[in-house]
């Protein structure tokens, strides 16, 4: 089985709306690819799960129900997903184990997260080692990783390529600011580096970027190996 995972960020398929022109796309993009026969793709919660969290963190809402209600909008835009795709999982498996087993059945499995504690970039690299895909695509609002939050610090640079150790201490060090903005959390990381899988940090919205990493390796955002 020749596969790989997408992790699609929630910023990236919904603002305000869905961005259903961009869903469209990647989806014919996804189809058009020749090079991978499966696909899992791991969708984040974006601003519908952003919006839920902050207003009831307001009212001191235990961390373990946010978590939950994060889930459960990941699965609401992972839902959303699944109607732009044919040979596609109708259910949204809620474990791995649920999603190794729809791959054998479908061309494109589609899931949001699974249990409370971590996020979808924890999902989308256990399903990569589940699955056996040697590299993951995760596609993101910023394109690449940067030594600082490019939005607000002008003076950030972006990284062609990280070793798994030097994408773990970033994340390790970005992970202690307030408010951070982490590219990948740091089991995701680990468990690409333990399963040796490649990713590849991109701008989500450039569908050239799946294209150049499919066909060959290459893309303009950041490879961490
Ligand atoms: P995301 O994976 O979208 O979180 O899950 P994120 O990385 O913070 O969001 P983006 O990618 O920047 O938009 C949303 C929330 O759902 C919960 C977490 O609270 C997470 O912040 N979640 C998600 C889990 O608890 N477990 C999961 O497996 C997935």
Request: aromatic share 8%.
């Amino acid at each position: 089985m020749n596969s790989v995972v997408i992790s699609l960020g929630g910023s990236i398929i919904s603002k305000d709306r869905l961005n259903l022109e961009l869903m469209e796309k990647f989806s014919e993009t996804m189809k058009s690819i020749s090079t991978y026969d499966k696909f899992g793709i791991v969708v984040g919660g974006g601003k519908l799960a952003r919006t839920y969290i902050s207003d009831l963190k307001k009212y001191k809402v235990n961390d373990n129900i946010l978590d939950e209600i994060g889930i459960n909008a990941t699965r609401i835009n992972a839902l959303a997903m699944t109607t732009f795709f044919d040979d596609v999982n109708s259910k949204i498996p809620t474990t791995i184990n649920d999603a190794a087993e729809m791959i054998h059945n479908y061309r494109y499995v589609v899931m949001g997260g699974t249990e409370p504690g971590h996020t979808t970039d924890t999902v989308s690299t256990l399903l990569a080692e589940r699955i056996g895909s040697r590299i993951l695509i995760n596609a993101t609002s910023v394109d690449g990783v940067y030594s600082a939050d490019p939005k607000t610090d002008s003076g950030a640079i972006k990284y062609r390529e990280l070793s798994y150790n030097d994408a773990i201490s970033l994340s390790i060090q970005n992970s202690t600011g307030a408010g951070a903005n982490v590219f990948m959390d740091i089991t995701s990381l680990t468990i690409a580096k333990r399963a040796g899988i490649e990713i590849f940090v991109v701008n989500g919205f450039n569908l050239n970027e799946y294209k150049n990493i499919l066909y060959n390796k290459k893309c303009d955002g950041t490879v961490i190996h």
